[in-house]
């Protein structure tokens, strides 16, 4: 399929209909995931884009720098699990010197920020909300299906020593993870980094919960 031109716009600001200006930007870069958590993908899984369809780096560099135009300041890098995508950290790099742009963020379960959490702060990455449900290796197992507790611990710790702005995210899950909300508060504080708790949203075909 022909790739249809993105127009650049001049400069205007961005406001909605509540007449409030629009400052930030969220970027999927993927939708496949190394993870396949049961609140958020069904057991027969889903269907992925294919990758010719995924707008391109190039791409999504030309977009921001159009939206930084517009007064966008603040990116954040989401997916499926954005570190899985390759050339991330040059992604990075390249939104990092679009004028306008203040902060880049990123979601992430934190599986691969052992090794990639310095090369993305050192690439301008500012902050990063690590999805965290449960600190039980078993639960933690059942929950992500194929996710490593310990590997991701690992990650955040070495996201908070690369100097990354770290926040975790936990969906609260009655019977699951309830009795864990003390636990997961204390884990982020001893970090010094904040822990948030969010509603379950109706996803996963509502088969789980």
């Known amino acids: 399929m022909k790739r249809l031109p993105i127009i650049d716009a001049s400069p205007a600001s961005l406001v909605d209909a509540q007449d409030r200006s629009i400052s930030y930007l969220r ?42 135009g517009m007064g ?3 990116v954040r890098l989401t997916g499926g699990e954005p570190t899985i995508r390759k050339g991330l950290v040059d992604l990075v ?24 959490a310095a090369p993305l702060a050192d690439a301008g990455l500012s902050s990063i909300n690590v999805s965290l449900d449960t600190l039980d290796a078993g639960p933690f197992a059942q929950l992500t299906r194929r996710g490593d507790i310990d590997r991701v611990v690992r990650g955040i710790d070495a996201s908070i020593a690369a100097g ?39 996803m996963s075909s509502g088969d789980a919960f």
């Open 93 to 116: 790099a390249s939104i990092s010197r679009i004028d306008g742009i203040g902060e880049i963020a990123m979601t992430s379960n934190a599986h691969l920020l052992e090794t990639m």
């Open 164 to 202: 990354l702005r770290v926040s975790t995210n936990a969906v609260a899950l009655r019977g699951v993870n309830d009795t864990e909300v003390v636990a997961l508060c204390e884990f982020a504080w001893q970090r010094n980094i904040l822990p948030r708790f969010i509603e379950h949203m109706p």
């Open 72 to 74: 966008v300041r603040r």
């Open 27 to 68: 970027v999927s870069v993927t939708d496949r995931c190394n993870y396949a958590c049961t609140y958020c993908v069904p057991e027969g899984g889903v269907p992925m884009v294919r990758k010719e369809r995924l707008l391109t780096f190039e791409e999504i560099t030309r977009l921001v720098r159009i939206m930084a």
